[in-house]
């Protein structure tokens, strides 16, 4: 069931002449080709032009259609397509589609969009999928799916056997009387048996193999196109399977390069007894590889990141071929494959193993992942192999699929993302989702985040709204999002308290809501005992929930209009976004007009307060580096990782916490902002941020962009080097700023002679100049000659790396003692005196805008900053 097609490789101007390049390429024909738009017309075209049938009145109804209505969604989001996500089909009891197919493996792909049908409640939309006594999904909330993962819609993509001729799928609604199934669209297309496996597979650390056959029923949770763009369904091989982009999940800046076919290597040929249609031909002629410097490339890990469900084992199928002409021997590039901190494959030459560059060639690997918390990381990781001594040290990957195998009961079911407690105003939960997910498939991966945006008037942004929206979930001057006011993509009613001097309209989607009740008893009525700091906005202290959990409570100042738009904005903030270097909001209360948010509780505080001002021992070299590497890694996901750039706005030492394992965490974001549309290269806005940090840009022309966030990072780094504040009155004037001090003292090449003096000895002199060279680009006076937040992560963990490399060989010793390889490290203060790390400065920092800590007297071990003036100047 095959068909031969030239497909156009390249176009090139060569010598004066266009010259045509074809290659031989073919796709499958599927048996069963059926795309079910439930609810909708007769016939409609989706935005890929595939043609979809409706279900109504359809041969496939094997429950009565009285049993079911059909209803169109409340409400389109700019980013929804009409097909099939308009129309659904609605549940109240058990009902079945059955679908009579010729026998062999199918994709079964159904579709969500979890607006209100009927006026129904998108948060109320919870069942149970079945089919051929396999669970796919159980107690499925699409609605808490896609606010979780911040999707407009969710795509769940199967792969099982039809064995009977008749594929049956079962929704049954949630036992709860309110409870109702539904669904928007069901594709079921053949595809050969390309998962399946002639011999068992290699379980990833164990002795014993894998077999994947008839019996076994797979979840498509990741297909990426590693290296190149996204390829929509109609590019793929016959199978309408969707490939996205693989940038999303790399870990840290170390994203290596793209490659691409090189124009003699012409053709794409598959092996004899290989079929063509495994992988699209682009997924072939791209490819991620470390990049050419050797020397770099031994020092770190090409590496991707996965969300995924425990207790369950997975296939990841890895997709390589090399598409240049100067890889073409074996034991010119050999690499070492990891899953998951385990060996996967110790010697992977691909050249060895498709015989040629060219050659497309596919290594399927099981990972069993044992039950624990309900999501966990999958890690792949790519790494030079050495011992052979190939030619290059480097690594390659083209391509990536990820399924969940069935568990021996036949359950693929896993809990939905980050669940949302359940409260007494649950009903109340908001019902419009966050932006879409293009993937089939990834809707249940790895969740970017994104953010809502400050609600400037109601004039401009009725005005506005239509266009905005298309880059925006909201309007374009804050955070504060149109939720808060009640949103009209919203059938639920907003929880409103109307008492005291602000309304709060804060739904119960975006995290926890605890009762007054609650928090007092979780601080003892607030005892004085369990403050942590006392600040402008109010006290933070230290309490226990649930039993146990500690927590950090920040309370605001009852009956104070101050901070009410960065205490929600804070709120709908760490309620949409979710990093491990980002501190995790667990709930808030606005009960009785009080503003309280509900942290994990930082074990070790604020990275200030190991600096400088304390009793604590100071932070060894590599602790510091590996802290401003965290912090890094969570302002570069702000900058990339979300739908829309974030701009934190206040980023210092006292929003750096620190938790047990002394893992860095970005906190407050009350001043935060989505960054420019792609039209506009800044934010105009009034100038807000701490003085001794504040982008000297930004403060000139009030134009904010994510390089304000790197400079006052750039101050951070020299915080961190220099253990003494931003700001110091006390000093000479020219000293009195730290980013001033510190890029002359850079210039005159005496930066070495103002640093920690407990670090001295202690840092390998290349690693110190690579930090210092980064700090100081940080803190260019023009936000265009600063790096990217990426460009600092890369800097920093190569840094880490050649300190590291220079503590091994003995160059400077582990963890403190030994000489400085630099001879310059004279011991000198800024004054040009000897000094200590805990020096009595005065610590001042001074604030613009909103913030103050320790000039307002907010005390060292305090956990969160505080908020002075939220109306700015």
Same mark, same amino acid.
Not at 126 to 150: P, R
Not at 410 to 418: E, K, S
Not at 761 to 783: N, P, Q, R
């Given at each position: 069931?095959?068909?031969?097609?030239?497909?156009?490789?390249?176009?090139?101007?060569?010598?004066?002449?266009?010259?045509?390049?074809?290659?031989?390429?073919?796709?499958?024909?599927?048996?069963?080709?059926?795309?079910?738009?439930?609810?909708?017309?007769?016939?409609?075209?989706?935005?890929?032009?595939?043609?979809?049938?409706?279900?109504?009145?359809?041969?496939?109804?094997?429950?009565?259609?009285?049993?079911?209505?059909?209803? %169109?969604?409340?409400?389109?989001?700019?980013?929804?397509?009409?097909?099939?996500?308009?129309?659904?089909?609605?549940?109240?009891?058990?009902?079945?589609?059955?679908?009579?197919?010729?026998?062999?493996?199918?994709?079964?792909?159904?579709?969500?969009?979890?607006?209100?049908?009927?006026?129904?409640?998108?948060?109320?939309?919870?069942?149970?999928?079945?089919?051929?006594?396999?669970?796919?999904?159980?107690?499925?909330?699409?609605?808490?799916?896609?606010?979780?993962?911040?999707?407009?819609?969710?795509?769940?993509?199967?792969?099982?056997?039809?064995?009977?001729?008749?594929?049956?799928?079962?929704?049954?609604?949630?036992?709860?009387?309110?409870?109702?199934?539904?669904?928007?669209?069901?594709?079921?297309?053949?595809?050969?048996?390309?998962?399946?496996?002639?011999?068992?597979?290699?379980?990833?650390?164990?002795?014993?193999?894998?077999?994947?056959?008839?019996?076994?029923?797979?979840?498509?949770?990741?297909?990426?196109?590693?290296?190149?763009?996204?390829?929509?369904?109609?590019?793929?091989?016959?199978?309408?399977?969707?490939?996205?982009?693989?940038?999303?999940?790399?870990?840290?800046?170390?994203?290596?390069?793209?490659?691409?076919?090189?124009?003699?290597?012409?053709?794409?040929?598959?092996?004899?007894?290989?079929?063509?249609?495994?992988?699209?031909?682009?997924?072939?002629?791209?490819?991620?590889?470390?990049?050419?410097?050797?020397?770099?490339?031994?020092?770190?890990?090409?590496?991707?990141?996965?969300?995924?469900?425990?207790?369950?084992?997975?296939?990841?199928?890895?997709?390589?071929?090399?598409?240049?002409?100067?890889?073409?021997?074996?034991?010119?590039?050999?690499?070492?494959?990891?899953?998951?901190?385990?060996?996967?494959?110790?010697?992977?030459?691909?050249?060895?193993?498709?015989?040629?560059?060219?050659?497309?060639?596919?290594?399927?690997?099981?990972?069993?992942?044992?039950?624990?918390?309900?999501?966990?990381?999958?890690?792949?990781?790519?790494?030079?192999?050495?011992?052979?001594?190939?030619?290059?040290?480097?690594?390659?990957?083209?391509?990536?699929?990820?399924?969940?195998?069935?568990?021996?009961?036949?359950?693929?079911?896993?809990?939905?993302?980050?669940?949302?407690?359940?409260?007494?105003? %649950?009903?109340?939960?908001?019902?419009?989702?966050?932006?879409? %997910?293009?993937?089939?498939?990834?809707?249940?991966?790895?969740?970017?985040?994104?953010?809502?945006?400050?609600?400037?008037?109601?004039?401009?942004?009725?005005?506005?709204?239509?266009?905005?929206?298309?880059?925006?979930?909201?309007?374009?001057?804050?955070?504060?999002?149109?939720?808060?006011?009640?949103?009209?993509?919203?059938?639920?009613?907003?929880?409103?308290?109307?008492?005291?001097?602000?309304?709060?309209?804060?739904?119960?989607?975006?995290?926890?809501?605890?009762?007054?009740?609650?928090?007092?008893?979780?601080?003892?009525?607030?005892?004085?005992?369990?403050?942590?700091?006392?600040?402008?906005?109010?006290?933070?202290?230290?309490?226990?929930?649930?039993?146990?959990?500690?927590?950090?409570?920040?309370?605001?100042?009852?009956?104070?209009?101050?901070?009410?738009?960065?205490?929600?904005?804070?709120?709908?903030?760490?309620?949409?976004?979710?990093?491990?270097?980002?501190?995790?909001?667990?709930?808030?209360?606005?009960?009785?007009?009080?503003?309280?948010?509900?942290?994990?509780?930082?074990?070790?505080?604020?990275?200030?307060?190991?600096?400088?001002?304390?009793?604590?021992?100071?932070?060894?070299?590599?602790?510091?580096?590996?802290?401003?590497?965290?912090?890094?890694?969570?302002?570069?996901?702000?900058?990339?990782?979300?739908?829309?750039?974030?701009?934190?706005?206040?980023?210092?030492?006292?929003?750096?916490?620190?938790?047990?394992?002394?893992?860095?965490?970005?906190?407050?974001?009350?001043?935060?902002?989505?960054?420019?549309?792609?039209?506009?290269?800044?934010?105009?806005?009034?100038?807000?941020?701490?003085?001794?940090?504040?982008?000297?840009?930004?403060?000139?022309?009030?134009?904010?962009?994510?390089?304000?966030?790197?400079?006052?990072?750039?101050?951070?780094?020299?915080?961190?080097?220099?253990?003494?504040?931003?700001?110091?009155?006390?000093?000479?004037?020219?000293?009195?700023?730290?980013?001033?001090?510190?890029?002359?003292?850079?210039?005159?090449?005496?930066?070495?002679?103002?640093?920690?003096?407990?670090?001295?000895?202690?840092?390998?002199?290349?690693?110190?100049?690579?930090?210092?060279?980064?700090?100081?680009?940080?803190?260019?006076?023009?936000?265009?000659?600063?790096?990217?937040?990426?460009?600092?992560?890369?800097?920093?963990?190569?840094?880490?790396?050649?300190?590291?490399?220079?503590?091994?060989?003995?160059?400077?010793?582990?963890?403190?003692?030994?000489?400085?390889?630099?001879?310059?490290?004279?011991?000198?203060?800024?004054?040009?005196?000897?000094?200590?790390?805990?020096?009595?400065?005065?610590?001042?920092?001074? %604030?613009?805008?909103?913030?103050?800590?320790?000039?307002?007297?907010?005390?060292?071990?305090?956990?969160?900053?505080?908020?002075?003036?939220?109306?700015?100047?």
């Amino acid at each position: 069931m095959m068909i031969t097609k030239l497909l156009l490789l390249l176009l090139l101007w060569e010598s004066g002449s266009l010259l045509l390049l074809f290659v031989a390429g073919a796709n499958y024909v599927p048996t069963d080709k059926i795309f079910l738009n439930c609810g909708g017309p007769a016939v409609s075209t989706d935005s890929d032009n595939q043609t979809w049938t409706t279900d109504v009145l359809s041969k496939f109804l094997s429950s009565p259609s009285t049993n079911s209505l059909t209803a %169109s969604a409340s409400v389109q989001l700019p980013d929804v397509p009409q097909v099939p996500y308009m129309t659904a089909r609605i549940f109240k009891s058990e009902f079945t589609y059955s679908f009579p197919l010729a026998a062999g493996r199918k994709f079964l792909r159904l579709y969500f969009y979890p607006a209100s049908y009927a006026g129904l409640n998108a948060s109320n939309g919870i069942f149970s999928v079945s089919s051929g006594g396999y669970t796919l999904l159980n107690n499925f909330s699409a609605f808490i799916t896609t606010q979780a993962l911040n999707f407009d819609y969710v795509v769940k993509e199967y792969s099982l056997n039809v064995p009977s001729k008749v594929l049956n799928v079962t929704f049954t609604p949630n036992a709860s009387a309110s409870s109702y199934a539904f669904i928007n669209g069901i594709e079921v297309v053949s595809h050969p048996d390309i998962y399946s496996s002639d011999g068992a597979i290699t379980v990833v650390g164990q002795p014993t193999g894998f077999v994947i056959d008839n019996s076994t029923v797979l979840e498509n949770v990741y297909r990426l196109n590693v290296g190149g763009q996204a390829i929509s369904p109609s590019d793929d091989t016959g199978m309408f399977r969707s490939w996205n982009d693989d940038l999303p999940y790399i870990f840290s800046a170390a994203i290596g390069i793209t490659e691409s076919l090189d124009p003699s290597v012409l053709n794409i040929s598959f092996p004899s007894g290989s079929p063509s249609y495994v992988a699209p031909f682009n997924v072939y002629a791209t490819l991620r590889s470390m990049g050419p410097n050797s020397s770099v490339n031994v020092n770190f890990n090409l590496t991707w990141v996965f969300d995924i469900d425990t207790g369950f084992s997975y296939l990841v199928r890895l997709h390589f071929c090399e598409v240049t002409t100067y890889i073409s021997k074996v034991n010119q590039r050999v690499f070492t494959i990891f899953l998951n901190n385990q060996t996967a494959e110790p010697a992977a030459d691909v050249i060895a193993w498709a015989g040629s560059n060219g050659v497309p060639y596919h290594k399927d690997y099981v990972v069993v992942v044992p039950n624990g918390p309900p999501r966990q990381e999958l890690w792949l990781d790519l790494h030079p192999y050495t011992i052979s001594k190939p030619q290059y040290y480097d690594a390659i990957l083209n391509g990536l699929e990820i399924f969940k195998i069935n568990s021996s009961s036949g359950n693929l079911a896993g809990p939905n993302p980050v669940p949302l407690p359940q409260t007494p105003d %649950s009903s109340a939960i908001e019902t419009s989702p966050g932006h879409k %997910s293009s993937a089939v498939g990834v809707g249940i991966g790895v969740g970017t985040a994104a953010a809502a945006v400050l609600l400037v008037g109601a004039i401009v942004y009725l005005v506005s709204r239509r266009d905005k929206r298309k880059k925006d979930s909201t309007s374009s001057d804050g955070w504060l999002p149109l939720s808060l006011y009640g949103n009209s993509h919203s059938s639920g009613s907003a929880k409103t308290t109307t008492t005291g001097s602000y309304a709060s309209s804060l739904p119960s989607n975006l995290g926890r809501h605890f009762s007054i009740g609650e928090i007092q008893a979780a601080t003892n009525g607030f005892d004085e005992s369990l403050l942590l700091g006392v600040g402008g906005f109010g006290k933070v202290y230290r309490g226990e929930i649930d039993s146990g959990t500690k927590v950090a409570i920040k309370r605001g100042n009852p009956l104070s209009e101050q901070g009410v738009h960065e205490f929600q904005t804070e709120i709908e903030m760490l309620s949409k976004l979710r990093h491990r270097h980002l501190v995790s909001l667990i709930g808030y209360c606005d009960d009785n007009c009080e503003m309280i948010l509900v942290y994990d509780y930082m074990a070790y505080g604020t990275l200030r307060e190991h600096l400088y001002k304390t009793q604590k021992p100071p932070l060894p070299w590599r602790q510091r580096l590996e802290i401003c590497i965290g912090a890094a890694r969570g302002l570069h996901y702000l900058h990339t990782g979300a739908k829309h750039t974030i701009i934190h706005r206040d980023v210092k030492t006292t929003n750096i916490l620190l938790d047990e394992k002394w893992v860095a965490k970005v906190s407050d974001f009350g001043l935060s902002k989505t960054g420019p549309s792609l039209d506009h290269t800044h934010v105009s806005t009034v100038v807000k941020g701490s003085f001794g940090y504040l982008d000297p840009e930004y403060f000139r022309r009030q134009q904010l962009t994510e390089k304000s966030d790197v400079y006052s990072f750039g101050v951070v780094l020299l915080e961190v080097l220099c253990a003494r504040p931003a700001l110091n009155p006390s000093l000479p004037k020219e000293q009195v700023s730290l980013a001033e001090w510190g890029v002359h003292c850079h210039k005159k090449g005496t930066l070495d002679q103002i640093i920690d003096p407990y670090l001295y000895g202690k840092i390998a002199s290349e690693c110190f100049k690579k930090y210092t060279e980064t700090a100081v680009k940080c803190l260019s006076d023009v936000g265009m000659d600063r790096p990217a937040m990426g460009d600092v992560l890369w800097n920093l963990e190569f840094a880490l790396n050649l300190q590291e490399s220079a503590e091994e060989s003995g160059m400077v010793p582990k963890g403190g003692g030994g000489d400085m390889e630099s001879s310059s490290f004279k011991g000198k203060g800024f004054d040009g005196t000897a000094t200590d790390s805990k020096s009595s400065s005065s610590g001042m920092t001074m %604030s613009i805008g909103g913030r103050s800590e320790d000039s307002d007297g907010l005390t060292p071990s305090a956990v969160f900053s505080q908020i002075m003036n939220p109306k700015g100047r």
